[in-house]
Structure formats: C-alpha cells, structure tokens
C-alpha cells in the first residue's frame, strides 16, 4: 500500500508562486507514474501534470508555461513548481501515483488527502 503526503499549500496573490511536494512511502513493487490534480468549488477534478518514472511529463493546457512538474526517483517524491498563478487557479490540490503491489505487481492507484491553494488579491 502507498500513502502520499502533501505540502505547501497555501493563501498567494496572483502572479505569485508556489511550491507543492509530495511524497510516496509504503510497499510497493514500483512506481510508474505520480501527478497532480486539482478540484475547483462545484467543478470536477481534472489533471494538472503528470510525471512517468522515464521522465515524460504532460500538462494541461491551461497551466502549461506556468507549472512545472519534477520528480526525485530516490525519493518517491514529486513536486509542482507553481508561477503566475491566477484566481482560476484556487482549488484542492491532489497528489496520485499511479504504481504495483509488492506481491503481485497488480497495477494500483493512491491519493493524497489534498492541499488547498488559494490565489486571491
């Protein structure tokens, strides 16, 4: 089982930055994949970014030139790097990763509990 954490969340004006890490522990067999969601007030939840173990990454076009996913592959951590950030940015922040069971490598997904950004004048 994997349990994420998330960090860094926040209250930032507009056209400020932001930091949000997460990081993986548990067992497990391996981790393919760890991204970021967010869900706004009466809105669905939708992807921000995502990071494969190989390094590709995709962004949503709405944040894309704006955020930055990385990952540290010793660490099982992910982070988003957070600029210009806009009021249609305020939402409940989400860590996932996608990875494998330590017996039978079953392909499993885990959740964090969330992180509240806010970008408000």
């Known amino acids: 089982q994997v349990q994420l954490v998330e960090s860094g969340g926040g209250l930032v004006q507009p056209g400020g930055s932001l930091r949000l890490s997460c990081a993986a522990s548990?067992?497990?067999?391996?981790?393919?994949?760890m991204g970021w969601y967010r869900q706004a007030p009466g809105k669905e939840r939708e992807l921000v970014a995502t990071?494969?173990?190989?390094?590709?990454?995709n962004y949503s076009d709405s944040v894309k030139g704006r955020f930055t996913i990385s990952r540290d592959n010793a660490q099982n951590t992910v982070y988003l790097q957070m600029n210009s950030l806009k009021p249609e940015d305020t939402a409940v922040y989400y860590c996932?990763?996608?990875?494998?069971?330590?017996?039978?490598?079953?392909?499993?997904?885990?959740w964090g509990q969330g992180t509240l950004v806010v970008v408000s004048s």
């Open positions: 548990g067992s497990f067999f391996g981790i393919s994949a």
């Open positions: 996932n990763a996608a990875y494998q069971d330590s017996i039978y490598r079953r392909p499993l997904d885990a």
């Open positions: 990071f494969t173990r190989r390094g590709t990454t």
